[in-house]
């Protein structure tokens, strides 16, 4: 069943937090991100496409090879959806992420359990998010209507969040 406009935005919303969450830890962590898409696909809250591409090297790769860093990064996007949406998230969103966490570290795919089995991993995103918010809104508000955001533009809305961070549409925050 399609979602009304206002559950579509708030859904938008989240996925966009999401992967902005995904970005801003990368760059914190020193992680590639290569660019940013969130696209919509038949009838409004029937199908978005989203995800954070880490360069030429897939997550799970990045994670094998640098699990202490990667593991916030994949953490973060939950870690913002719940601290911008005050513990809300879509549980859909983290599936992907403990995916790939749990082929390199056995974690169940269970978030509460992977959360507590991979609490130095959880603190990191959750630092790295609270530190950032001004950062994540500002390239989750953008990514809510450009849908595709290059490094160079990425890299422009961290300097942008600086000194003139933009918010989220009023209506999607608790």
Same mark, same amino acid.
């Given at each position: 069943? /399609?979602?009304?406009?206002?559950?579509?935005?708030?859904?938008?919303?989240?996925?966009?937090?999401?992967?902005?969450?995904?970005?801003?830890?990368?760059?914190?962590?020193?992680?590639?991100?290569? &660019?940013?898409?969130? +696209?919509?696909?038949? !009838? /409004?809250?029937?199908?978005?496409?989203?995800? =954070?591409?880490?360069?030429?090297?897939?997550?799970?790769?990045?994670?094998?090879?640098?699990?202490?860093?990667?593991?916030?990064?994949?953490?973060?996007?939950?870690?913002?959806?719940?601290?911008?949406?005050?513990? !809300?998230?879509?549980?859909?969103?983290?599936?992907?992420?403990?995916?790939?966490?749990? +082929?390199? =570290?056995?974690? +169940?795919?269970?978030?509460?359990?992977?959360? =507590?089995?991979? %609490?130095?991993?959880?603190?990191?995103?959750?630092?790295?998010? *609270?530190?950032?918010?001004?950062?994540?809104?500002?390239?989750?508000?953008?990514?809510? =209507?450009?849908?595709?955001? +290059? *490094?160079?533009?990425?890299?422009?809305?961290?300097? %942008?969040?600086?000194?003139?961070?933009? *918010? &989220?549409?009023?209506?999607?925050?608790?």
């Amino acid at each position: 069943m /399609p979602l009304s406009p206002e559950e579509y935005l708030t859904f938008r919303a989240h996925v966009a937090v999401h992967e902005a969450g995904h970005a801003v830890a990368a760059i914190e962590q020193g992680m590639p991100v290569a &660019l940013i898409v969130m +696209s919509a696909e038949g !009838d /409004p809250g029937e199908r978005t496409v989203a995800y =954070t591409n880490f360069g030429e090297h897939p997550a799970y790769e990045l994670m094998a090879a640098h699990p202490d860093a990667m593991g916030p990064v994949l953490l973060a996007g939950t870690s913002a959806e719940r601290y911008i949406f005050n513990g !809300d998230h879509l549980r859909e969103g983290y599936a992907r992420d403990i995916e790939v966490i749990q +082929s390199h =570290t056995g974690a +169940s795919p269970d978030l509460e359990h992977a959360m =507590t089995m991979l %609490q130095p991993w959880v603190d990191r995103a959750r630092e790295i998010v *609270r530190a950032q918010r001004p950062t994540i809104e500002t390239i989750a508000a953008e990514l809510m =209507t450009a849908e595709r955001l +290059s *490094r160079e533009e990425i890299d422009d809305l961290v300097e %942008q969040s600086k000194t003139a961070p933009r *918010r &989220l549409p009023s209506e999607v925050l608790p």
